[in-house]
């Protein structure tokens, strides 16, 4: 059955993708539960962090064509508005005040490579690809591509990403900077979970209010940039999740932040 299967891993929340007959390419199913749970999350303190994975070894191949072709006899008004469902996951994952990783194995394509740039973290296996391939059948790209790779890629790579539609191997992603951690074979979840169990030793509120400064950094000039992180800064001194964090370093021992996470 195609959809969401939804996992609580420890700390981690994994999110997968179960249309493995279709390369786990998009359902309604999946796009908008994720989007929900994304959302969720957020209000979960005992959740470190989210894990986007596909089920049987691949991530997502996008949209289905066997979908998409019924959209052309739909009003332009009404594509933009399913267009807008892929969308809403898109902000949930940017939104998620918990670090949002990508799992990687097989491959991401089309607007599976989308949701796996959307993520903070992107962890893939040494052997799977990214494909950008909408050109290919005479489509522009959507779900954040060309916002994502214009993000963390040079302008030349994007467009050659963009225009061939090629598959990617994540190797070269890697070595570019847009994924943080290269994986063995089957070992892409394994390493997205020890991620994950990491970010449980920080600060709750901490690591939400540094994702947030870091998403809008882009768009600030340096003075907003500067008051934005003067202003978080000064709360979080006063807080008691600095008063711990301190506190333990002062006195040679680990943190525990799981007061804040209740």
Not at 7 to 26: D, F, S
């Amino acid at each position: 059955m195609s959809g969401l299967i939804v996992e609580r891993r420890g700390p981690v929340l994994w999110l997968i993708n179960n249309n493995p007959a279709a390369r786990n390419a998009l359902t309604l199913e999946y796009t908008t539960g994720a989007a929900r749970e994304l959302r969720a999350a957020s209000d979960d303190p005992g959740i470190s962090a989210v894990v986007l994975a596909g089920a049987e070894g691949f991530f997502c191949a996008g949209g289905d064509l066997n979908v998409l072709i019924k959209r052309r006899e739909m009003p332009v008004p009404d594509r933009i508005a399913t267009i807008g469902i892929l969308h809403e996951m898109i902000r949930a994952i940017r939104a998620c005040t918990r670090p949002v990783i990508a799992a990687v194995e097989g491959g991401a394509a089309g607007a599976g490579a989308s949701i796996a740039l959307a993520c903070d973290l992107v962890v893939a296996e040494r052997d799977s690809y990214f494909a950008v391939s909408y050109l290919r059948v005479g489509l522009t790209p959507d779900g954040g591509a060309t916002a994502f790779l214009s993000e963390c890629l040079p302008r030349q790579l994007a467009n050659e990403i963009v225009m061939f539609g090629d598959k990617v191997p994540a190797e070269r992603l890697f070595a570019a900077g847009a994924v943080n951690r290269l994986a063995e074979p089957g070992q892409a979840g394994a390493e997205a979970q020890a991620l994950g169990e990491r970010l449980h030793g920080v600060g709750p509120n901490a690591l939400a209010g540094a994702k947030g400064l870091i998403a809008q950094a882009r768009d600030n000039d340096l003075d907003a940039q500067l008051d934005a992180e003067a202003r978080l800064m000064a709360e979080a001194q006063g807080g008691a999740e600095s008063g711990e964090g301190i506190s333990a370093f002062l006195e040679k021992r680990r943190p525990d932040f799981t007061k804040f996470r209740t």
